[in-house]
C-alpha cells in the first residue's frame, strides 16, 4: 500500500467545505491517480476516524497568462469524504 500522507495532500478549507461540515462531511486534496478505496483507508489510518463514503473529483485546471505566454494550472482531484456517525475530525 502507498504511503497515507503521498495519497490524501491536504484538507481543504473552502467556503463549500465549511457548508458541507455540518453533515459530517469533509473535503480532502488528493493525489490524481489515487482511487476511492485507496482515500478511505488513508483517511481512516492518518485521522484515526470511519469513513462512511467517498465522493471524489478531477477539478480542471485553469487558463493562465503571464504577459504574452499562455499556459494553464495542473488539474487536481478533490474528494469528499462522509464520516459515520458519531465521528470527526479536528481540522483547526
Not at 491536504?10 to 488528493?30: A, H, S
Amino acid at each position: 500500500m502507498k504511503d497515507p500522507r503521498s495519497i490524501v495532500v491536504c484538507p481543504l478549507r473552502t467556503e463549500k467545505g465549511t457548508t458541507l461540515l455540518p453533515f459530517n462531511k469533509y473535503l480532502f486534496l488528493v493525489e490524481k491517480q489515487a482511487n476511492k478505496i485507496e482515500i478511505k483507508q488513508a483517511v481512516e489510518e492518518i485521522y484515526k476516524v470511519k469513513v462512511e463514503t467517498v465522493n471524489t473529483g478531477i477539478m480542471p485546471g485553469k487558463k493562465k497568462r503571464v504577459r504574452y505566454v499562455e499556459g494553464e494550472t495542473a488539474d487536481w482531484k478533490k474528494a469528499v469524504v462522509t464520516l459515520k456517525e458519531g465521528h470527526k475530525i479536528d481540522i483547526t
